[in-house]
């Protein structure tokens, strides 16, 4: 099915530094949202977007709706270890509760 | 908030055998819940879409004869892998639709299903 462009595929950081990774749609999407995936686990939501330009934090974590509505991106500043994991990208062009579309994550190692 | 269980957390069955996989939203009514079956290193592929009392809507490619899926409450979906083959193994995971949260969807936890 249709996925996602996210970037990059994987990230090998420092502890403390910042992360940032992104997604585009070849389509116009109404909602973009940023799971995060631990080993064995399934995704846990981390932030939600639903207007273009809309830039929202969670704690540490920042995400923005790209005004195009075709793009959007996660930051995470001063990283820890137990940011490891794999983030992805997920939007859904339909109104809520319509099937989502995931991007193919990005996998990031955060060394102390 | 937003807790959605999954049961087994694994399972090893043997080949031609059927597993039952359940799915449960446990503080909030889902009308809606989604099943998807992820491989290693690999996103989320979205199965089937289970609605409360009616027939789920399949994706292209996936048998609804072999993914038997059944919403028999607004709490419950379970998904059932009919004679199971060693190509059925994978991360199956669930998400329900939460309308306390936007309707936006809540994961469960994956059940790791290997066929022998």
């Known amino acids: 099915g249709q996925q996602l462009n996210q970037s990059p595929q994987s990230m090998f950081i420092q502890e403390g530094e910042d992360v940032s990774m992104n997604c585009t749609s070849s389509s116009i999407f109404n909602t973009w949202l940023w799971y995060k995936q631990d080993p064995g686990e399934g995704p846990v939501l981390l932030i939600a977007?639903?207007?273009?330009?809309e830039l929202t934090s969670n704690g540490r974590l920042t995400a923005q709706f790209g005004i195009t509505r075709k793009d959007s991106f996660l930051n995470i500043s001063a990283s820890i270890p137990s940011d490891v994991g794999i983030y992805f990208c997920?939007?859904?062009?339909?109104?809520?509760?319509?099937?989502?579309?995931f991007g193919k994550g990005t996998t990031l190692s955060v060394s102390s | 908030g937003a807790v959605v269980s999954q049961h087994p957390s694994w399972v090893i069955c043997k080949s031609g055998t059927s597993v039952k996989i359940e799915c449960r939203s446990l503080?909030?009514?889902?009308?809606?819940m989604f099943w998807y079956r992820q491989f290693p290193k690999q996103s989320l592929m979205l199965m089937a879409t289970?609605?409360?009392?009616?027939?789920?809507?399949?994706e292209q490619g996936v048998e609804k004869d072999k993914f038997l899926i059944n919403h028999a409450s607004l709490t419950l979906s379970t998904l059932t892998v009919t004679s199971a083959h060693p190509e059925d193994s994978s991360f199956y995971i669930c998400?329900?639709?939460?309308?306390?949260?936007?309707?936006?969807?809540?994961f469960g936890p994956g059940t790791r299903l290997t066929v022998t």
């Open positions: 997920a939007g859904r062009e339909d109104q809520a509760g319509t099937a989502l579309i």
């Open positions: 977007l639903y207007k273009a330009g």
């Open positions: 998400s329900a639709r939460n309308p306390l949260a936007g309707d936006e969807q809540y």
């Open positions: 289970s609605n409360e009392g009616s027939k789920a809507t399949y």
């Open positions: 503080d909030f009514q889902a009308t809606t």
